[in-house]
């Protein structure tokens, strides 16, 4: 995808006949590529993104769909307090070209936060309100005097940070993937069905009553994919990478979320979620259907937030983001 006539073919078989029936505001390159420490990846990605960016351009459709990557909280060397928070020494060569990428092409800097690793690796020490946007006492940065009432708003706040360090302050945060498995192994502390139906249930109802901005940043609308539609059943690792779904691959509800998708998810066009080759699900009603045998993924979009990227207003709507990971590069 480095070479943008490769790129334009791309756009016009996977994109260009899904428009407008489907909204898709997003192509992002690759997903957590700079923590992986592969350096011909890593090399691959800016390129990637510039070459979809030109086709998009050609193509008359660089104002409705921008580019951007997913990165992982790793790349952070420092994310406590908020106001402290600054890129690994690591990265920040391999970043910053990024990042002038985002600012020239107004394009969102996605990152990947869960709350979950973090009570996962400190359960006595962090308490488990606090993450699942329970009421409890919550935090304060003592440089900012900001008071933040949940984790993942911290980690938001951390980010917004370390690139103000890096010199691109006005660049926008947007939450590629967040979410809580509903199982584990015994130690993955936090696992359960209940802390899954908090923090998703909450983040949602959150959302939907326009709890959308950060202390550090008022003014700016936040954009969250809770992840996932499904449970990746085919998934390697520990039990808990199989179990982010809402809903299981067949279908059914893996839990409870206290209320139905339909009464969050309103308007808006269809739409489609895809992740190396996973499936289309449809979005109204909400009735998500996967073959039992397969591992399948998508991404719940919650914001107040204008649904396109330059449009009209759009509420809680299901939107396109492409994860491409390694077949762009």
Not at 8 to 26: D, R, S, Y
Not at 138 to 152: A, E, K, Q, R
Not at 209 to 218: A, F, G, H, Q, V
Not at 318 to 323: D, K, S
Request: include cysteine; charge should be neutral.
């Amino acid at each position: 995808m480095k070479d943008p006539s490769k790129a334009l073919a791309w756009i016009k078989q996977n994109v260009t006949p899904f428009l407008p029936a489907t909204n898709i505001t997003c192509i992002t390159i690759g997903n957590e590529i700079l923590a992986l420490n592969d350096s011909s990846l890593t090399d691959s990605l800016l390129p990637a993104m510039q070459g979809v960016h030109s086709a998009l351009v050609t193509a008359g459709l660089s104002d409705q769909i921008a580019v951007t990557t997913a990165h992982s909280l790793a790349i952070l060397k420092t994310s406590f307090p908020p106001s402290a928070g600054e890129f690994s020494p690591e990265v920040i060569d391999y970043l910053k070209p990024i990042l002038e990428f985002h600012r020239k092409t107004d394009s969102p800097f996605l990152i990947n936060a869960y709350p979950f690793f973090a009570y996962k690796g400190s359960p006595k020490e962090i308490p488990l309100d606090f993450v699942l946007f329970q009421q409890n006492q919550g935090v304060v940065d003592p440089t900012t005097g900001f008071h933040y009432d949940n984790m993942l708003f911290a980690q938001i706040d951390a980010v917004y940070s370390a690139l103000a360090a890096a010199g691109y302050k006005t660049l926008k945060v947007q939450i590629s993937e967040t979410g809580w498995p509903s199982k584990g192994d015994d130690d993955e502390f936090g696992a359960t069905p209940e802390n899954a139906k908090r923090y998703n249930g909450n983040l949602i109802k959150l959302m939907k009553n326009e709890k959308t901005k950060t202390p550090l940043r008022p003014n700016n609308d936040l954009i969250i994919y809770v992840f996932a539609l499904f449970n990746e059943n085919m998934k390697p690792g520990p039990t808990s990478e199989r179990n982010y779904g809402l809903f299981k691959p067949d279908g059914t509800q893996a839990y409870s979320l206290g209320f139905t998708l339909n009464d969050v998810v309103k308007g808006g066009n269809s739409s489609s979620s895809s992740s190396g080759g996973g499936g289309k699900t449809p979005v109204l009603p909400m009735t998500p259907v996967a073959t039992p045998d397969s591992a399948s993924t998508g991404y719940l979009a919650i914001s107040s937030a204008p649904g396109k990227r330059k449009g009209k207003e759009a509420v809680l709507s299901m939107v396109v983001i492409m994860l491409l990971a390694r077949h762009l590069l």
